[in-house]
């Protein structure tokens, strides 16, 4: 459990399995702590990641983020393929829950905070352990489940309502919930901020009673895996930074766009993509 780097204070702080992706290469690095780590990472941040991974495959990838891990002999694997309808994924393996006890002191006063489960991994009691932190979440991993070849589908979130209001900002994508309007519903009336990913159609945000939606600008889709804990990271990161939710969501749609003209961790936002949305946020 040794970290890659002494431990100091982090800027943000995230909490879930990294990931091997199954693809035709191989093995990838993968998972919403590996890309919300590197996007908190390239805007400035010092980053932590706290996660339960078995080190299949290098970790040079994470760019020198300091990593503690549960020990496990195997991560959480997933499989995805591409169809005419959308995404299937597949869950081949899980590696252990992740609890406070492992969350070393050092970084438990981390002003960001981002629980990002991707396959029930993260203890929800958490979201009472950082009182002065902007907690940001990604729940989709509480709202998968699969079956016994692994075949990853939506499922109920008991813990909704209790993590949700003790929550500063939720980032869902529709997928995530199957497409079901009324559930996005009730986790907004249930939410501080919420924010919806679409995919190509942008971002909607529900906020202190009212709804935007914020386009992306068109682009040449290559690959959209890691887009929404990209524009997860760049989100939390600019409503940390402004306090205006508005304008976190318009900055985190331009940047995550460019995300999906490359593949896997090659799509981490670039320092002059980072410095083109913020000009273009306040154009």
Known sequence: MRPIVPLTPVDYLVIGHLTCDQTDEGLKLGGTAAYAGLTAQALGMRVGIVTAWGAEVSSAPLNGIPVISFP??????????????????????????????IIPDAWRNAPIVHLGPVAQEVDPGLVRYFPSALIGLTPQGWLRGWDEQGLVHPVEWPEATFVLQRTGATVI????????????????????????????????????????RFRPPQVELVDDTGAGDIFAAAFFYRLYTTRDPWEAARFATLLSAFSVTRRGLESIPTPEEIQTCMVEVYE
């Open 173 to 212: 994508s529709r997928e995530d919930v199957g497409g079901d309007e009324t559930r996005i519903e009730e986790m907004a009336s249930s939410s501080r901020i919420l924010a919806v990913t679409e995919a190509d159609q942008g971002t909607r945000l529900y906020w202190n009673g009212d709804v935007r």
């Open 72 to 101: 496990t002999e195997t991560s959480t694997t997933f499989t995805n393929i591409m169809t005419d309808e959308g995404r299937v994924q597949y869950i081949r393996s899980v590696a252990p829950q992740i609890h406070l006890n």
